[in-house]
């Protein structure tokens, strides 16, 4: 136990110091307004199966009692990655989308990657790219991955998270939202999971109020963002997501660094990480894990070798023969949500025919899930004739009594530009020991620790509606910035009190 955990370590500080040295991960790119959605032409998108109602018949030749039970994991595998890559780079496409899939790199045919759903499918592997959804993504915009091509890759099923708008901001909300509309407007897929940037402090709980769940980052420690209370119990350092003891509704997963070079030394860390995950001491609860890259980078033709290798690694390791579920952050999130939210509305059995019928109810699940895949298995009896009305497919096993239903539904999914805004701040100005700043629209609040400004101490927060002001101890100097931080604050709209303000993080205060 001793050496995985000083392995994880390892690791995590591998990442961070790695990170420093990456041009694209670090550095802000140039702000910019949110596009007009209606300037865009966006590619038809398939609303999937729309039906509330999902019907499930069965015949069970043997036994008089049959029952079922959800998997923890989709397809009944015990054990899955959840793979990230950063900044939206044009290898995102080129590279990994292209090996994943089955494409050409370099030159190269590669064949794809693929594990079956238990009962014959094949499911190809899914990635997580975190994306700076901005025109540009990154500080290179000549390297940067298409519109066409971000389109091309969601539609196979993998996942964007937010990486807010422009690699951090001072305004959080706008920083997440920015992303999430712009992304929508170009693809109409809504981000549902995060990437905060570097360890920039605001994501935690700014997230979660604005309806995420995952976050997956290197969290700085401390990082005054409701995540460390008070020993960083509230996130998993083990770069894993421990899925039969999970917390779904704030899921906050360290990741390790795979790398950004994928050179020789990079796979021999990448595969000892592949290690680490299938052979865990814990992992009877069933480990998903979370690493992340930026590369590899185009410029190294050896890069997509040793990505390839490492996609080998995993498929051919010794401890997974099938049984690893290599998942995107959107999918596992919404088979989390979609289990926890159906309603087994009937099941029946006829002892005489040995007709066995179940209906589900899915009008509880939220509407951002657009993934609302089950597994199930059945016992007491071998199942045959399975049919499903209201999904787009079932699968099933006789032999193990495994199920799979597969329903893509995108026609509840929530436009963000149609979300409810908080109050935002419009103004902050200072003259003296007073700094007056203005909302946008009528707040109540009480709390004057939500506030800081740098280097000086506020005395009292006063004022009403609209306009406050706070009162410092020290005249307010030309370097001194402002603070707003929601898990520290009471601010919300009046009347609206689920209507809270977001965070303001270091601010510039007008004079």
């Known amino acids: ?66 029952s079922f039970y959800f998997t923890d994991l989709p397809f009944d595998k015990n054990k899955g990655l959840m793979l990230m890559k950063d900044d939206a780079l044009l290898t995102d496409y080129t590279i990994v989308f292209k090996i994943l899939s089955g494409g050409i790199v370099n030159g190269k045919r590669y064949p794809g990657f693929y594990y079956t759903d238990g009962t014959g499918k094949n499911i190809n592997y899914k990635y997580s790219f975190a994306i700076n959804a901005n025109e540009g993504h990154t500080t290179d915009t000549n390297n940067a991955a298409s519109w066409a091509q971000i389109n091309e890759i969601l539609a196979k099923g993998h996942a964007y998270m937010n ?85 779904f509704n704030r899921v906050l997963i360290s990741r390790t660094n795979l790398g950004d070079q994928w050179n020789a030394a990079e796979l021999k860390t990448s595969k000892a990480y592949i290690d680490y995950i299938f052979n865990h001491p814990e992992r009877n609860k069933k480990l998903v894990g979370a690493a992340f890259s930026h590369g590899p980078f185009g410029d190294k033709k050896e890069a997509a070798d040793n990505f390839f290798e490492f996609m ?77 009305e209201g999904v787009n497919e079932v699968t099933f ?50 709390k004057k620790q939500g506030y800081e400004v740098s280097g000086n101490k506020i005395v009292e927060l006063k004022g009403s509606g609209k306009d406050w002001q706070l009162v410092m101890q020290n005249p307010v100097g030309t370097a001194q910035t402002f603070f707003y931080r929601i898990q520290l604050g009471d601010a919300k709209q009046m009347n609206k009190p689920l209507s809270r303000v977001c965070s303001y993080i270091g601010n510039p205060i007008k004079r």
């Open 397 to 446: 096993n006789p032999s193990t009594g495994l199920i799979n239903l597969y329903k893509t539904d995108r026609s509840k999914v929530i436009n963000p530009f149609k979300d409810p805004i908080p109050p935002q701040i419009v103004s902050i100005t200072a003259k003296g020991n007073l700094i007056s700043f203005s909302y946008d629209k009528p707040v109540i609040q009480t």
């Open 163 to 247: 990486h807010s708008m422009n690699h951090g901001g001072t305004d959080i909300y706008k920083a997440i939202k920015n992303a999430e509309k712009n992304m929508w407007a170009h693809t109409h897929y809504r981000m549902t999971e995060i990437v905060p940037p570097g360890n920039d402090e605001g994501y935690v709980e700014n997230g979660l109020q604005l309806g995420y769940h995952l976050m997956s980052s290197e969290f700085g420690e401390p990082v005054p963002d409701g995540n460390n209370n008070p020993d960083n119990q509230n996130v998993s350092w083990g770069s894993y997501i421990p899925m039969l003891t999970q917390n």
């Open 312 to 388: 080998m690694y995993i498929k051919h390791h010794h401890a997974n023969n099938d049984s690893a579920w290599i998942t995107s952050s959107k999918e596992l999130m919404d088979y989390e949500n979609t289990k926890a939210k159906i309603i087994v509305a009937s099941e029946n059995y006829n002892k005489q025919t040995g007709h066995y019928k179940i209906v589900f109810d899915m009008n509880r699940i939220d509407s951002n899930v657009i993934y609302r895949n089950l597994s199930l298995k059945v016992k007491e009896g071998t199942i045959s004739n399975v049919k499903a």
């Open 1 to 66: 136990m001793l050496v995985i955990n000083i392995f994880t370590k390892v690791l995590k500080y591998i990442g961070i110091l790695a990170g420093m040295t990456i041009p694209y991960c670090n550095h802000s790119v140039k702000t910019m307004d949110t596009v007009t959605p209606l300037a865009i032409v966006v590619p038809k998108i398939d609303p999937g199966n729309t039906a509330r109602y999902v019907t499930l018949e069965m015949d069970v030749n043997k036994g008089q009692h049959p």
